[in-house]
């Protein structure tokens, strides 16, 4: 049995743009398919966030609340964003409560 490569990383700096363009050209070697991006950031911003970062993707957002949060770091009535890609979950979060 093969086994098939690693994804690159560069152990001395793995969130740098040229980083996320060997790892976008890797997939594109292994897979076939140019995966295109929509946006940017800085990768240098990702740290400790997010592994093997090439890129991003624009998603679909709704606003939820307001939420009434009781957690270890926020107390009280919050507006908060969350990503979907159906329609209606956003708005059964308007009446929930969130506790930790």
Do not use: C, W
């Not at 398919?33 to 624009?58: C, H, R, W």
């Not at 770091?73 to 308007?94: L, V």
């Amino acid at each position: 049995m093969t086994v098939p490569p690693r994804i690159p990383r560069d152990p001395s700096d793995n969130t740098t743009p040229e980083a996320a363009s060997i790892r976008a050209e890797f997939i594109r070697e292994q897979t076939g398919a140019t995966l295109t991006t929509s946006g940017s950031i800085d990768p240098a911003l990702l740290k400790g966030n997010t592994e093997n970062f090439f890129g991003v993707a624009q998603v679909l957002m709704g606003l939820a609340g307001l939420l009434h949060i009781n957690g270890e770091h926020a107390q009280g009535h919050f507006y908060i964003p969350m990503a979907t890609t159906h329609d209606g979950p956003i708005g059964e979060f308007h009446a929930e409560e969130i506790s930790s």
